[in-house]
Structures are given as structure tokens and as C-alpha cells.
């Protein structure tokens, strides 16, 4: 098994006619991923990549049956891309989009929970479960299936990471970044649940970054409910306060928000953490090796 | 985005927040004709100059020309409100906020004296944990509120707002009654709030402080001091506020990286990086502090960078004289490692490359960029990975 998305995704891409958009769908298509769908107004009847092209996300699940949805909407349209999704019932919406408010967050995103939506994003990379699906822009190549949970607040650490546990030997489950934006669908919280509920995850690798609290509300949550081993980074250790570090969410402010206080809340919880970023897959490694 | 005490006071008071009688200057002359107008509407003739920069602690502050002079000073009459303001505009504030190197004052505001009853605090924040926003409400005003937080936080009320419904009264009416006020001050301070809310929800504000809230000897409720950050990816609802933005206040490289599309931030340091992705370019900061050298910068050249972008940054970095030697770290994803090496040979061929250069190069057309800088006959060390890297460009630079 694997979390949230596997061999039997049935994949819809929104603004599949855009730049990004086409590129990302010969690539997850490359990858093994089952599109069905895309999407994007005023351009029904097109096709991108032989994936058949509606006008609206309600219209392409209709004659598909897509379960699935990767959005990548530009920033002012991100919200309304999300609930188009959502209300069309698709089951798990992946925002790649990168700005958009966090109001619009604030709003959309308890609408697409109560319509029963899984949201991952925004400002994300997206999810891989390799050897079955990837919905997202990572590389495939350096991913190899096995049973780490890799979860992320990154991007391209979150490849450097993967990296790391292939070159260990180290296979993965599912890998996914949650974004770096400071409101998003998918705490860590959550997706430590589903690692520890997923039979065929054994342990798993998380990175997390200076800004919120959402670290320590990980570490409570290993400390009390998971059985699996558990190992972990924090960026930005030397980052200044009261500066926005590149994600809208990576920012300490008024003293709180410290790699600092977020490594101590992990190792009071039993949890490795990596003191190097070169370190996350041998923290990984050590961890499975000692166990929960 | 961060904008001045005098723009998120015109900004409230256009949606209703109680706000003392006053307005912005940049000359002396200005201030005295602002201090005139003030001291005809009021009758009295107690002003207020406030030197405005962004930065908090501007009262205890002090300025580098004139040290036993603060940014905020209550004078009488209009003549000696042009004095204090001719004495501040121009001359560098000092606060715990601005570093040591202080911020230079371009602006003052010229307000009514108050005659202060009582001051309380009122903030609006995103509460991440909740992913909701929430208002804040203390008794102990004019103390710094995470001051507050830490040692009694019983003192700091909170009402959430319903993320569908938006702002209503009753949240409000609970902080107001809830700090014990009663009356018409009470009824004046939900409507303050209520205001607050409005600005906060149609312009995206990101933070909101009115520290302090001031009750008057008349039990009137206004806003002695405004702070309001915007929420910079919601610029394209609001094109008018962005010109609020106030570029004197920005470090001049970072500046120049935005206009590039680049998150650049400056730092101390003597290693200049240049790095694909927030998270790796704080990791890559944090590995170049392990291995025993400080970085220069942050820099995220982003997921789809192109190579005029990568020139850019490249120039941006080199330019910077403190900057002893240069390590990228790319893992390539979007972000191809062609893409990269082409942007770092054209922008070293322009501008040159004199310092140590360190190149991590992995992912996506990772062979092709290698061969693109082997080609170019860059004088560069090759890093096997960034561990590798780090050491190396600090061993370059001591």
C-alpha cells in the first residue's frame, strides 16, 4: 500500500493547456501516472499529451471518473480551481500554485473539507508513491519504491532527502511535500496519522522548517500515537528573524517559530533529527535501526 | 509587505477605525502647516511628532545625530512641531528593532495630543495551528505583546473568526466586555474592532496591531499606534497599495533580486550562495555555519528559473564585496541544471568570476549542465554533494 494516491489514481490535470501544465503531464504520464482528465476553460475538445480536454472540472469527472486532481491554476485563480475541484467531489486536490492569499486559504480550504476532500498544497511539489503514481513535479528517477514516509514542508529538500534514503538503500512508500505556505490542507499531523495507519509504511523521514508551530504539534503527536520510528530535519537554523525565508510560511516572528525550539520539541519526543542536511537518510537509517 | 504607521492609519480610518486628528510631512514646513490645521480642529495646542520607519520601539529609540533625542516627542504649538520634524526627517532612528545600523527617517506624522485614560491592545494575526484569523484583545497595552504572551497569557483574549462567515459583532462585543470596559466605551470599542476586522478581511492585510488602543479622559476609543503588514501575494486585488511600498526601506540587493523574480535576502556572511528551493537554500545556509563559514545570503532562484534569471542572481551576488567565494547548490528538478549552468557562464563571462566558485549540481539534465561549465573552462570546483561543497568553499575562503 501507500497513502493517498496509488496505481488506482485516476488522475485529472487543471490548466492542462498551460506551460507548466503540459510539461508536468508528459512527465507524470512518463512516470507510470494514470491521467484521464485535464482541464481548462474554452478549450474543450482539445488534448494534451492524448489526455482529452474539458471545460470545467464537473464536466471532465462526469465522463471520467476522476478521483484525483493536480491544480496548476496561477495564484489569483487557486482558490477557485481548489473548490471546482472540491465540488465536482473529487476525492484528493494536490495545489502546486505557488502565491496564493492566505486568505483565499483561509476561506476554500474548510469548504473542500466539508465536501470531503483530501487537499495537499498549496505551494507544494505535489505526492509520489513510487512504483504506482506520482502527482506533483519531483523527479521520478530518484525515488525507489519501499517503506519510508517522507513528508516535507520543501521542495527540492525534499529531493535531496529522497536521494539520500535511495543512495541508503532506503525505498519509499510515499513521499509528499505539504507546502510551504503558512496555511495548508495537509498538516503533518495528518499525514503522520496515515504513515502510521499504512501497513506498508515501516517508518518515516520529516522535514520540517523555522516558522509556525506545526513541528511541535508533530512531535506531540509521535510522542503519544506512533509505533513507527520516526526521524527528522529542521531548516533554517541560521536564518534571521523577522525575515520571510523564500516560503510565505518560513518566517520566525516575535521569537517564535525557531529551528531551535522545533529540534528540541523533536528529540524530547524521541524522534532523530538530523544535525546536518547531508545527515537526513543516515538520521532515517539510525532510527530504523534502534526503533520506536 | 510592511507599510508606515501614517498609511495604515489613512487606510483604517477609511473604513471607520477611530484614528487622532493628524497627518503625514517630509518637510518642516509641512509639519507646521499639518500641526496648524490640528491645533485649529482640536483647540489645543499639545502635537505629537512621530518619526516613521518601519520599525517598532521608535518611542525608547534613539537617533544616531542626537542621542537624547526619541522618534516620537510632544511639543506645543505648530512652529515647534516644524522644529522637532526638521530636527528627525533626514537623521538615522535607532530602535531594538533596527539593528544597530538604525533606519533613516523620510517621513513624520503630526498628530493631536491625546489626553490618554487607559491603554489596551488590539491585534488581528493568522493563527496558523487553526489556519483561521484570529483578534486579539489585552488589558496591559502598550507593552510589547509577545512580552505579554510570555508572562501572563491569561491577559490576552482571543476571538476566532469564522472562516466562511467572515467577521461579526458578537466576537467583538465578547473582547470589548471581556476587558471589563462597559458603556458607551464598550459599544465604541466593538466598533472599532468591527472596523479593524473589514480592513483586515477586504485588503488582506496579513497582521494587524493597534498598540496602544487608547481609551481618552472622555472614554472615546482611538488608535494611538497602527501597525499593518499586507499580504504580499494578494497585490493583484489591491494594485492602489502597492503603492505603499516604500523601496528606502528596502535593502537595495534585495530589491533588485524581486524585480528579478528572485527571494534574495541578505546576510552577514562571506559565502554567497546561490541555491533552488527555500528549503535547500536554508539547509545550504545552515551546512555552510556546520562546516565553519557564514553565508552572505539566502537566495531561491525558484522551480523555473531561466538563465536571465540565473545572471541575474549570479550579479547580484558577486556585486556584494563582502563576498569571498560562491557556492551553488542545485537539485534539479523543474529547475533544469542546463538551464542554470548557462545563466552562470554567460553572467561570469559578463560581469567575470574573482572569488572561489563551488558547483553542486544534481538532477534534472544534470549531465548536460556539468558539460555546459566543464566546457566553458570556468575556473570552479566541482562538489560531489553539498556536504562536499560546504567544506570545500569554506576551505577556499579562509
Not at chain 1, 492542462?16 to 475538445?45: L, Q
Not at chain 1, 483561509?106 to 469548504?111: D, F, G, K, T
Not at chain 1, 530535519?233 to 518560513?250: E, V
Not at chain 2, 549542465?369 to 570546483?381: K, N, P, S, T
Request: some cysteine; aromatic content about 4%; hydrophobic content about 45%.
Amino acid at each position: 500500500m501507500s497513502i493517498w494516491c496509488d496505481e488506482n489514481t485516476r488522475l485529472l490535470v487543471q490548466n492542462i493547456t498551460g506551460r507548466t501544465g503540459r510539461f508536468h503531464t508528459a512527465a507524470m504520464i512518463a512516470d507510470g501516472t494514470k491521467i484521464v482528465a485535464g482541464s481548462a476553460p474554452g478549450k474543450a475538445g482539445q488534448q494534451v499529451e492524448g489526455v482529452p480536454v474539458w471545460n470545467t472540472v464537473a464536466e471532465a469527472v462526469a465522463e471520467t471518473d476522476a478521483n484525483a486532481s493536480i491544480i496548476f491554476v496561477p495564484a489569483p485563480g487557486g482558490a477557485d480551481a481548489l473548490l471546482e475541484a472540491a465540488h465536482a467531489g473529487v476525492e484528493l486536490i494536490v495545489v502546486i500554485t505557488e502565491g496564493v492569499p492566505t486568505l483565499d486559504m483561509v476561506r476554500s480550504l474548510p469548504v473542500a473539507r466539508d465536501l470531503g476532500a483530501r487537499v495537499i498544497g498549496p505551494n507544494c511539489p505535489g505526492i509520489v508513491s513510487p512504483g504506482k503514481c506520482k502527482i506533483g513535479i519531483m523527479p521520478y528517477y530518484i525515488h525507489q519504491p519501499g517503506t519510508v514516509g517522507v513528508i516535507s514542508r520543501s521542495g527540492t529538500l525534499t529531493y535531496e532527502a529522497v536521494d539520500q534514503l535511495t543512495k541508503l538503500g532506503l525505498g519509499q512508500s510515499t513521499c509528499l511535500g505539504i507546502g510551504g505556505d503558512p496555511v495548508i490542507g495537509s498538516p503533518f499531523v495528518d499525514v503522520l496519522t496515515a504513515f502510521e495507519d499504512d501497513p506498508d509504511t515501516s517508518a518515516v523521514l520529516m522535514i520540517g522548517e523555522i516558522g509556525g508551530s506545526a513541528e511541535e504539534a508533530a512531535a506531540a503527536f509521535v510522542a503519544d500515537e506512533m509505533t513507527k520510528p520516526v526521524a527528522a530535519f529542521i531548516a533554517g537554523q541560521t536564518a534571521p528573524p523577522g525575515k520571510r525565508m523564500g516560503h510565505a510560511g518560513a518566517i520566525i516572528a516575535g521569537g517564535k517559530g525557531t529551528a531551535a525550539d522545533k529540534i528540541a520539541a523533536l528529540r524530547e519526543a524521541g524522534i532523530v533529527v538530523a544535525e546536518s542536511p547531508a545527515d537526513m537518510g543516515t538520521a532515517m537509517k539510525q532510527a530504523i535501526d534502534q526503533g520506536k | 509587505m510592511k507599510i508606515h504607521e501614517f498609511q495604515a492609519k489613512e487606510i483604517l480610518r477609511s473604513f471607520g477605525v477611530a484614528i487622532p486628528k493628524g497627518g503625514a510631512a517630509a518637510t518642516g514646513a509641512e509639519a507646521e502647516a499639518v500641526a496648524r490645521g490640528v491645533i485649529a480642529e482640536t483647540g489645543s495646542e499639545t502635537v505629537v511628532v512621530k518619526a516613521q520607519i518601519h520599525a517598532g520601539g521608535r518611542g525608547k529609540g534613539r537617533f544616531a545625530s542626537d542621542p537624547d533625542l526619541g522618534g516620537v516627542q510632544v511639543v506645543q504649538g505648530a512652529a515647534a512641531a516644524g522644529q522637532m520634524a526638521e530636527r528627525m526627517i533626514g537623521e538615522v532612528l535607532v530602535t531594538h528593532q533596527t539593528g544597530p545600523e538604525g533606519k533613516q527617517v523620510g517621513r513624520v506624522l503630526i498628530e493631536q495630543g491625546i489626553d490618554i485614560a487607559r491603554e489596551l491592545y488590539v491585534g488581528m494575526v493568522l493563527d496558523r495551528a487553526q489556519g483561521r484569523v484570529a483578534i486579539m484583545a489585552s488589558t496591559e497595552g502598550g507593552t510589547e505583546i509577545e512580552e505579554v504572551a510570555a508572562r501572563a497569557p491569561e491577559k490576552i483574549l482571543r476571538a476566532i473568526i469564522d472562516p466562511c462567515f467572515g467577521y461579526t459583532p458578537y466576537l467583538a462585543r465578547q473582547l470589548a466586555y471581556g476587558l471589563g470596559l462597559e458603556g458607551q466605551t464598550a459599544k465604541a470599542a466593538t466598533a472599532f474592532m468591527g472596523a479593524l476586522a473589514r480592513a483586515y478581511q477586504d485588503l488582506d492585510f496579513s497582521l494587524a496591531e493597534i498598540n496602544p488602543l487608547v481609551i481618552t479622559a472622555d472614554g472615546d476609543v482611538l488608535a494611538l499606534d497602527a501597525k499593518v503588514n499586507l499580504d504580499s501575494n494578494a497585490e493583484f486585488r489591491h494594485p492602489d497599495l502597492a503603492a505603499l511600498r516604500d523601496e528606502s526601506e528596502e535593502d537595495p540587493s534585495e530589491l533588485e533580486g524581486k524585480k528579478w523574480g528572485l527571494s534574495f535576502i541578505k546576510l552577514d556572511g562571506s559565502i554567497g550562495c546561490m541555491v533552488n528551493g527555500a528549503g535547500l537554500a536554508m539547509s545550504t545556509m545552515d551546512i555552510i555555519k556546520q562546516a565553519g563559514g557564514e553565508p552572505a545570503n539566502f537566495l531561491d532562484v525558484g522551480g523555473g528559473a531561466k538563465a536571465d534569471q540565473v545572471a541575474a542572481a549570479f550579479k547580484i551576488i558577486t556585486a556584494d564585496p563582502s563576498v569571498k567565494g560562491i557556492f551553488i547548490n542545485i537539485f534539479g528538478g523543474i529547475m533544469r541544471c542546463d538551464t542554470l549552468a548557462e545563466g552562470v557562464v554567460a553572467a561570469s563571462r559578463e560581469v567575470g568570476l574573482e572569488v572561489p566558485l563551488v558547483v553542486r549540481l544534481e538532477g534534472t539534465k544534470v549531465e548536460e549542465g556539468r558539460r555546459i561549465l566543464a566546457d566553458a573552462g570556468l575556473d570552479l570546483v566541482a562538489a560531489i554533494d553539498m556536504a562536499d561543497g560546504a567544506r570545500k568553499i569554506v576551505e577556499l575562503t579562509q
